[in-house]
T-cell receptor
Framework: QKEVEQDPGPLSVPEGAIVSLNCTYS??????FMWYRQYSRKGPELLMY????GNKEDGRFTAQVDKSSKYISLFIRDSQPSDSATYLC???????????FGTGTRLLVSP | SQTIHQWPATLVQPVGSPLSLECTVE??????LYWYRQAAGRGLQLLFY??????ISSEVPQNLSASRPQDRQFILSSKKLLLSDSGFYLC????????????FGPGTRLTVT
């Protein structure tokens, strides 16, 4: 079993839809959780960073961590064609620990 | 701002040839630096990380090596490339505070023919 599981997609939605992207993990020691956006042929860009459980909101993006279920989510409101990219989740146990990445979910937002 | 530069952006090399990829970081001192490889349709594989000049930790045994000759310079090398070395190579640094989140450079796309 992989430490971090992420559905590869692709997930296709119309413009304006609410998007939900998810990762599950097996290691209960993970405390730091990140979401990255990666456009084709570009380096990943850090979108959201959360520590421990709870929600964090930044504009159209909301990151949610449920440590009891070992489940993290990224919600995108009012999705735009420019949101079309691969979204990677990542997590680590403590500061300066190796990040463990999901394989990424490809999102396609059609106009 | 803290910027990561990588070059070259793309590279096509024959099997058996040497490799040198360079990563430099601006706007920060004493960063922890990382080399990742991303194969097509797959996740990020950590190859090496460095906590300081001359300090390299290897995560995956293979024909690649890394060096850190200066605080803000990280180099990935190979003496003889294999077909399986093809991929997207990413350099990253971590944050100055918690050292938990990482920031990536633009990447180098390597094709071994």
């Amino acid at each position: 079993q992989k430490e971090v599981e992420q559905d590869p997609g692709p997930l296709s939605v119309p413009e304006g839809a609410i998007v939900s992207l998810n990762c599950t993990y097996s290691n209960s020691a993970f405390q730091y959780f990140m979401w990255y956006r990666q456009y084709s042929r570009k380096g990943p860009e850090l979108l959201m960073y959360t520590y421990s459980s709870g929600n964090k909101e930044d504009g159209r993006f909301t990151a949610q961590v449920d440590k009891s279920s070992k489940y993290i989510s990224l919600f995108i409101r009012d999705s735009q064609p420019s949101d079309s990219a691969t979204y990677l989740c990542a997590m680590s146990r403590t500061g300066f620990q190796k990040l463990v990445f999901g394989t990424g979910t490809r999102l396609l937002v059609s106009p | 701002s803290q910027t990561i530069h990588q070059w070259p952006a793309t590279l096509v090399q024959p099997v058996g040839s040497p490799l040198s990829l360079e990563c430099t970081v601006e706007g920060t001192s004493n960063p922890n630096l990382y080399w990742y490889r991303q194969a097509a349709g797959r996740g990020l594989q950590l190859l090496f990380y460095s906590v300081g000049i001359g300090q390299i930790s290897s995560e995956v045994p293979q024909n690649l090596s890394a060096s850190r000759p200066q605080d803000r310079q990280f180099i990935l090398s190979s003496k003889k490339l294999l077909l399986s070395d093809s991929g997207f190579y990413l350099c990253a640094r971590d944050s100055q505070g918690t050292r938990s989140e990482q920031y990536f450079g633009p990447g180098t796309r390597l094709t071994v023919t």
